[in-house]
């Protein structure tokens, strides 16, 4: 049996492309190392599971693996949640806090969608890299740390650096190891395996253990673009999963859930036929995009039973992001 790397089962790559087998290759030699590491792709394209591959692969696999998802807070309590506060730093700071830095000493920070980050968090995150040191808010203090920091996002962040809305010296100290996700309409071949390992999960974990996925429902799943990459394929087996009537999924199925799928995204992008003079007002585009928000939110629920994790998954959202516009368009759901 051969023992190239690229031979071996991987515990975050399913499937045979050339590609991805290049990627795995390159977090077996990485993961040791303790350079910062920038992951790149569209969003659902599985860099939070390259992470945590890197992670398991370093020396310090025993020690905190610690995300943090940079789109979530605003800019004063991201800078908390990143690098603690004191007491009576701002309102609310009733007592001393340890941030995801502090808390992930000795082993791997996770900086999710760093992109998001605003300009004073770059400059501190840039001082973290350059010296491993922090103060928290509201502190004086200088904290030392020995982690590895490892970083995602999707956006374009060379055209941010020249936008100046990025801090280059931040952008080369986050890409020592650039590693770049493809989509997964560009390693087509993968997904009959990937439609099947997803099936096999959701099967199990939803006490459905004898469903499976026929052979023209995987040439269906494999003809679909995936917009949504990795993360909407899976969401999509799953539904397929709880929703079958018997134990075989057939091609029927795949094109009645694409075809639900298609009509969900088109409510949240209606067409508008606007008024020459409404173009120029400032409340008519947020209006626009909050109803179309509200109806996307409104179906998800409904298509879900109510089960908010579900709709965030099936709208690819973050639980606390769908939390917070379900706030902002006024729905209620128990």
């Given at each position: 049996?051969?023992?190239?790397p690229?031979h071996r089962?991987?515990?975050f790559?399913?499937g045979?492309?050339h590609?991805?087998r290049?990627i795995a290759?390159?977090a077996?030699?990485v993961g040791?190392s303790?350079?910062?590491?920038l992951?790149?792709?569209e969003?659902?394209?599985?860099k939070?599971?390259?992470a945590?591959?890197?992670?398991?692969r370093s020396?310090?696999a025993?020690?905190?693996f610690?995300?943090?998802?940079c789109?979530a807070l605003s800019d004063l309590?991201?800078?908390?949640?990143?690098?603690?506060?004191?007491?009576?730093?701002?309102?609310g700071?009733?007592?001393r806090?340890?941030?995801?830095?502090?808390?992930a000493?000795g082993?791997?920070?996770?900086l999710d969608?760093?992109?998001?980050?605003s300009l004073p968090?770059?400059?501190?995150?840039?001082r973290?890299l350059q010296?491993?040191e922090?103060?928290?808010?509201g502190?004086?203090?200088?904290?030392?740390?020995?982690?590895?920091?490892v970083?995602?996002t999707?956006?374009?962040l060379?055209?941010?650096?020249e936008r100046?809305?990025?801090?280059?010296d931040l952008?080369?100290?986050?890409?020592?190891v650039?590693i770049?996700l493809p989509?997964?309409?560009?390693?087509?071949?993968?997904i009959?395996?990937?439609?099947?390992?997803?099936?096999?999960e959701?099967?199990?974990r939803?006490?459905k253990?004898d469903?499976?996925l026929?052979?023209?429902?995987?040439?269906?799943l494999?003809e679909?673009?995936?917009?949504g990459?990795?993360r909407q394929?899976?969401?999509?087996v799953?539904?397929l999963v709880v929703?079958?009537e018997?134990?075989?999924i057939?091609r029927d199925d795949?094109?009645?859930a694409?075809?639900?799928?298609?009509?969900?995204e088109s409510?949240?992008t209606?067409?508008?036929?606007a008024r020459e003079?409404?173009?120029?007002?400032?409340?008519h585009l947020?209006?626009?995009?909050r109803?179309?928000?509200?109806?996307?939110l409104?179906r998800?629920?409904k298509?879900?039973g109510?089960?908010?994790?579900?709709?965030?998954?099936?709208?690819?959202?973050?639980?606390?992001?769908?939390y917070?516009?379900?706030?902002?368009?006024?729905i209620r759901?128990?």
């Amino acid at each position: 049996m051969s023992t190239d790397p690229s031979h071996r089962k991987s515990d975050f790559v399913v499937g045979s492309s050339h590609c991805m087998r290049a990627i795995a290759q390159l977090a077996e030699r990485v993961g040791p190392s303790p350079a910062t590491a920038l992951i790149r792709g569209e969003s659902g394209t599985g860099k939070e599971l390259v992470a945590r591959a890197l992670h398991r692969r370093s020396l310090v696999a025993d020690r905190p693996f610690v995300k943090v998802d940079c789109t979530a807070l605003s800019d004063l309590l991201m800078e908390s949640e990143l690098f603690g506060h004191e007491r009576g730093a701002f309102t609310g700071a009733v007592v001393r806090k340890r941030g995801r830095v502090e808390l992930a000493h000795g082993g791997t920070l996770f900086l999710d969608e760093v992109a998001e980050l605003s300009l004073p968090s770059q400059a501190k995150l840039l001082r973290l890299l350059q010296d491993r040191e922090f103060e928290r808010v509201g502190g004086t203090e200088t904290i030392r740390v020995d982690l590895r920091v490892v970083a995602a996002t999707h956006r374009g962040l060379e055209d941010m650096v020249e936008r100046r809305t990025f801090r280059h010296d931040l952008f080369y100290r986050l890409n020592v190891v650039p590693i770049w996700l493809p989509p997964l309409r560009a390693r087509r071949q993968d997904i009959p395996d990937l439609a099947l390992h997803f099936c096999q999960e959701a099967a199990i974990r939803n006490r459905k253990p004898d469903v499976q996925l026929d052979a023209a429902a995987t040439e269906a799943l494999a003809e679909y673009d995936w917009p949504g990459n990795v993360r909407q394929l899976q969401n999509l087996v799953e539904r397929l999963v709880v929703l079958v009537e018997g134990d075989s999924i057939g091609r029927d199925d795949v094109r009645r859930a694409l075809h639900d799928a298609a009509a969900l995204e088109s409510a949240a992008t209606p067409i508008v036929t606007a008024r020459e003079d409404d173009v120029g007002s400032a409340g008519h585009l947020a209006r626009v995009v909050r109803d179309a928000e509200r109806i996307a939110l409104i179906r998800a629920l409904k298509h879900t039973g109510g089960n908010r994790t579900a709709a965030a998954r099936l709208l690819g959202l973050s639980r606390s992001t769908l939390y917070q516009k379900l706030s902002e368009c006024g729905i209620r759901q128990a």
